[in-house]
């Protein structure tokens, strides 16, 4: 028996939300829908933006539970606390919620979980754009899953991630948070973290909705001024993919403005598209004080109340960090029928269905048995994990035979400001990276070898020379000569450039380091440049979180390596495929352009986004297209069969190729079907991925790979705006990468033009089977 409806775990989550929402007072409606930030007004220091200003005269956290609470947050991720302390503050703040307040209805505790728990002590996890270098669905889930697994064990209940923000342009500085510049891999990459973190117990939260990663000139926050074409097209489906095919249970809205309005009161996108159209029935939950930004910043209301009435009308249920919009001011506003009480109840509703969801309103819940205290954040098998992503990340761009080095090497010259540096692995969300800045003498709270380090001890008989050259970011060259001699007396010299990722300026790549062009930080391309006269051969790795132009050195270097921050355990994966223990098997999730500047452009254009010889002198080819990577063995293609050539447009067809591993390595190839629609009633893009699949070889065997492609993947937004199939012929292409396409058909789609909605296929099924000729 149960004392209270809403207890009754027999009932329906909806059910026991509706029993006690027909229970609350005005107030205590309202305070679910508000947070509370405990411990950030004795912070220095911002990991939001403009945290300090807000932090200033903030209320209390007495005060602010007063009548209850909808999010704690970041109660392990604001200051260093170890997993005791942390869960212990856990303990004590949930105690003081239920223990202090009518209902006894506990708070959702949230985390930012983008490299891993950012937490101290906690595995650092590859960033987010070198997931998507795996194309590696499965071991997504399951890195998200063990993620999960740790910040369930100590009471979080939320995790904010993943980004599913579509890179348009190379310079914004959250391009390492990011899964890439092609929606079907992000959706599919994003879908796959979610379902690992929501296995584990904790709700994902898609951000940011909408149109982020488009803010004009790739400053951060900046307007956004695309079309309902592209946002249709390109923007959203990764969050489509998300909400249908891996229901994910939140959502957070961008910071920016699309044509004029911004996300956060935005009723078409947050209610519109998102719930009426795609039947999204979780939580939207502002970016942190996005909705207050709507006076301040958007100016589209007068007051902070004002604000709040923008934002829960057009969607908003929970107002992140701390409550500056949805406290006593809506309270009193319902009151006095400003605001339908409606709005309030319909947020509040959706926020108690989780809170039943997560066990929270069940009648053994307590604080202290949701909690344990001595989990293992950095486990050996968390290690493993981050390191088998870390491997399967790092792209191997160009080798003429120089790499694996060879075991006979003596004296290597180690160059260049990341070759000894562990926060070059680690992203801007990395704990190291977001917060221990400010805690100068803990050090990093995780083991991260350098690669300086990492390659002493796979290469232990070579003498190593290390030398940095140059900072990441400043003007000094005063080390090129040194850089020099050491390269000059060396057999083979590494140089390692990239970037130090921070937050509002204080790297070169993460939230708010927008950069100007694409030459790498600083004086480091010139540092590339005097190694490469030196005559030794030079091996370039760039350890970065954004792509940067790579054509003044690619064609001179020796072999290329791309690393897009691999993490705590990115040393040891660079230095076992340097050595050639372990083979690379990575592909570029963005393209690395050839120039510096001018060009911002990804793979998915229509024709005239292409080099146009003879209309415009600037030629935005890349130095390495979408989706390239080499191995140290070799792959062949054989003939591609269509099961069909005249497809209805509601029907489809198998679309199947043999791939050989035809070299003496054991390898990994990942193999890409883009898709050409020759003419449409709008410009299409020249070719766009419509299906992947990573396959392990072994030396001589063979895999039969066969795409189930659905008409609805040709589907695009047409002259009307409706999403439509339109008959005509779609080229078929299959490949390793967005150029370099082995084998093509095509197909006739036959029939009307067919409207198509949410109840789409999404996705492409691909089986793979292998045997040995």
């Not at 009932?11 to 950030?40: C, D, F, H, I, Y």
């Not at 060259?477 to 921070?502: K, L, N, Q, T």
């Not at 020759?678 to 299906?691: E, N």
Request: charged share 20%.
């Amino acid at each position: 028996m149960t004392d209270q409806p809403w207890q009754d775990t027999s009932a329906e989550p909806l059910q026991r939300a509706r029993a006690l929402l027909a229970e609350m007072t005005l107030e205590e409606k309202v305070a679910q829908l508000g947070s509370a930030w405990p411990g950030n007004e004795q912070v220095s220091g911002n990991v939001a933006p403009m945290q300090d200003v807000f932090a200033q005269g903030a209320a209390t956290f007495e005060q602010r539970r007063e009548h209850g609470l909808g999010h704690l947050t970041r109660v392990f991720g604001t200051a260093p606390v170890d997993v005791a302390e942390g869960t212990g503050r856990v303990v004590e703040l949930q105690r003081d919620i239920v223990d202090n307040t009518r209902l006894r209805v506990p708070a959702i505790v949230h985390e930012e979980c983008l490299t891993g728990f950012t937490t101290y002590s906690a595995t650092v996890y590859p960033a987010p754009l070198a997931w998507a270098a795996t194309f590696d669905p499965d071991l997504v889930e399951r890195m998200a899953s063990a993620i999960g697994a740790d910040m369930r064990a100590v009471g979080v209940h939320q995790g904010l991630s993943p980004v599913l923000d579509v890179v348009r342009d190379y310079r914004w500085g959250r391009v390492e948070e990011t899964l890439g510049e092609d929606p079907y891999l992000v959706g599919m990459l994003g879908s796959a973290y979610v379902r690992g973190l929501q296995r584990a117990g904790v709700i994902a939260t898609l951000k940011h909705f909408a149109g982020y990663s488009a803010s004009r000139a790739a400053r951060n926050h900046a307007p956004v001024s695309v079309g309902p074409r592209e946002l249709r097209d390109v923007f959203l489906p990764p969050f489509e993919m998300a909400v249908r095919d891996a229901a994910a249970g939140s959502v957070m809205n961008a910071y920016v403005d699309l044509d004029g309005v911004p996300a956060a009161a935005d009723t078409t996108l947050l209610t519109g598209i998102l719930r009426d159209e795609w039947g999204f029935e979780g939580t939207v939950v502002s970016d942190y004080w996005a909705i207050a930004f709507l006076a301040t910043m958007h100016r589209v209301a007068d007051t902070a109340g004002d604000a709040g009435v923008l934002a829960l009308t057009a969607g908003i249920d929970v107002e992140l960090p701390d409550t500056l919009c949805y406290g006593p001011d809506l309270v009193e506003r319902v009151r006095r029928g400003e605001v339908d009480e409606a709005l309030v109840d319909r947020s509040v509703l959706r926020v108690l269905r989780q809170k039943a969801e997560l066990g929270l309103l069940d009648p053994d819940w307590t604080p202290e048995s949701t909690v344990d205290g001595t989990v293992d954040l950095d486990a050996p098998s968390h290690r493993e994990l981050a390191r088998r992503i870390a491997e399967r990340s790092v792209v191997l761009l160009t080798n003429d035979g120089t790499l694996p080095l060879r075991r006979s090497t003596q004296r290597i010259a180690l160059v260049g400001p990341c070759a000894d540096d562990p926060l070059a692995f680690l992203g801007c969300y990395s704990y190291p990276n977001h917060v221990l800045p400010r805690y100068p003498d803990l050090g990093l709270g995780v083991d991260v070898p350098s690669l300086a380090q990492a390659l002493r001890s796979e290469l232990p008989d070579t003498e190593i020379r290390t030398v940095p050259g140059c900072g990441v970011a400043d003007r000094d060259r005063s080390g090129f000569v040194e850089a020099a001699e050491a390269a000059a007396e060396a057999e083979v010299c590494i140089v390692v450039v990239g970037d130090r990722a921070g937050l509002f300026g204080a790297g070169t790549s993460g939230e708010g380091c927008d950069a100007p062009d694409l030459r790498l930080p600083g004086v480091q391309d010139e540092l590339v440049s005097t190694l490469l006269d030196t005559g030794t051969p030079v091996i370039v790795v760039v350890v970065s979180g954004r792509p940067y132009a790579l054509g003044e050195h690619a064609d001179r270097a020796a072999a290329v390596l791309q690393a897009f921050m691999p993490g705590e355990e990115g040393g040891a994966a660079l230095a076992t495929i340097l050595s050639g223990r372990t083979v690379p098997s990575g592909r570029l999730p963005v393209q690395v352009p050839r120039h510096p500047g001018g060009q911002p452009t990804t793979y998915l254009h229509p024709p005239l986004g292409g080099n146009s010889e003879g209309i415009s002198n600037l030629d935005p080819t890349p130095a390495f297209p979408f989706g390239h990577g080499l191995s140290y063995t070799t792959f062949d293609y054989g003939e591609l069969a269509l099961s069909a050539d005249r497809v209805p447009t509601d029907g489809g067809l198998d679309i199947t190729v043999d791939v050989r591993n035809s070299g003496n390595r054991a390898g990994s190839e990942v193999v890409q079907l883009y898709l050409n629609d020759v003419q449409a009633q709008v410009a299409r893009p020249v070719r766009q991925l419509a299906g992947f699949a990573r396959v392990d070889l072994d030396p001589g065997e063979t895999a039969r790979v066969t795409f189930t492609l659905h008409a609805d993947r040709t589907s695009f937004t047409g002259l009307d705006l409706r999403r439509i199939v339109e008959p005509g012929r779609i080229e078929v292409l299959v490949g390793r990468s967005a150029v370099d396409l082995p084998c093509s058909a095509s197909f006739e789609l036959t029939g009307p033009v067919r409207e198509v909605g949410h109840e789409r296929v999404l996705s492409t099924p691909v089986t793979v089977t292998t045997h040995t000729a």
